[in-house]
């Protein structure tokens, strides 16, 4: 069975999707429903929203919430090597595709990167162009610029 809950965050309202054992899918929504599933939540959302309030807060670093989304088995590559990226750092569209033995696959990346529907915990964010710029988000370039501030803020 999966689940759906919304929370409220600095970046708008969330959408959470689980199963009982992980995170299927963190997205940002403007028409929020109403949460369904049961009265209870499963324990696997629960501690994602706990993790949220402490990442925004600044006293979350790094995930442990269980994740899984569907992929390509490079997609999945990326997926895994986003979740490696320090807190507060960046690396750009070339190094993800260097770390997955494809460094001329620069573009690939990018479009995996650009797949990822479980946002700020797999955080495809943190992945900039190589001239320093932001480059693009699927949620928008100011959500990613919000994060990327939050972490340099919350950094030490």
Not at 51 to 57: Q, R, W
Not at 72 to 82: F, G, R
Not at 107 to 123: E, F, L, V, Y
Request: aromatic fraction near 8%; glycine fraction near 8%; include cysteine.
């Amino acid at each position: 069975m999966l689940y759906t809950h919304y929370i409220s965050s600095p970046v708008g309202t969330l959408e959470i999707t689980s199963d009982d054992t992980s995170v299927c899918r963190l997205v940002p929504v403007e028409n929020a429903g109403k949460n369904t599933g049961s009265d209870k939540i499963p324990e696997v959302m629960q501690q994602c929203v706990k993790e949220l309030n402490e990442y925004f807060s600044g006293k979350l670093k790094k995930f442990t919430v269980p994740v899984c989304q569907k992929g390509t088995t490079y997609q999945q590559k990326i997926w895994n090597e986003l979740q490696k990226i320090p807190y507060g750092t960046t690396i750009s569209y070339a190094r993800l595709a260097e770390k997955t033995d494809h460094p001329k696959a620069y573009r690939a990346a990018g479009t995996a990167n650009g797949k990822n529907k479980i946002i700020i915990i797999i955080p495809c964010h943190r992945v900039i162009n190589s001239d320093g710029k932001s480059g693009g988000y699927a949620f928008g370039p100011e959500m990613k610029q919000f994060l990327l501030d939050l972490e340099k803020k919350y950094q030490s």
